[in-house]
């Protein structure tokens, strides 16, 4: 069984983790609310050796696809490879109202949010293609 617990605070972010990874956690997240998602990463990743890192759920759409996977692969190489990125839409609620459209159109366009969805090749160096699942799922039933 692996044990994965929010990563909390700013400021804090690197000590929170050195207690979780010194406590035996397998993982931290974050989630959109308090903070930016990346950040509270950004601030662990160089603080802890084993601690797998990941957001929760970064909301997709707000995001440009190119800066999105920008940060993702600078966040997987400054935790030695040890980011999952946990990549989502809003629910119908907002996806109708913040970004005009029906439902269903932002789950058909989730692919090319992924970090590599555009296939970016300048500057990445994955030696084999990125293994990734996008579950679009019917929106708005959360």
Do not use: W
């Amino acid at each position: 069984m692996k044990i994965d617990t929010s990563l909390s605070g700013l400021e804090d972010a690197p000590d929170h983790a050195r207690r979780l990874e010194g406590l035996g956690v397998d993982g931290a997240f974050t989630f959109e609310g308090p903070h930016e998602v990346f950040t509270p990463l950004i601030l662990a990743a160089p603080a802890t050796t084993s601690l797998e890192l990941s957001t929760n759920v970064a909301i997709a759409f707000p995001r440009n696809p190119i800066q999105l996977a920008h940060q993702a692969y600078d966040l997987q190489l400054l935790s030695r490879g040890r980011f999952t990125l946990g990549l989502g839409s809003q629910i119908r609620a907002q996806v109708e109202r913040e970004i005009d459209q029906p439902v269903g159109v932002g789950g058909s366009r989730l692919g090319r949010h992924h970090p590599r969805g555009e296939q970016p090749e300048d500057g990445c160096e994955q030696a084999e293609p990125t293994r990734h699942q996008v579950d679009v799922g019917p929106l708005g039933q959360h």
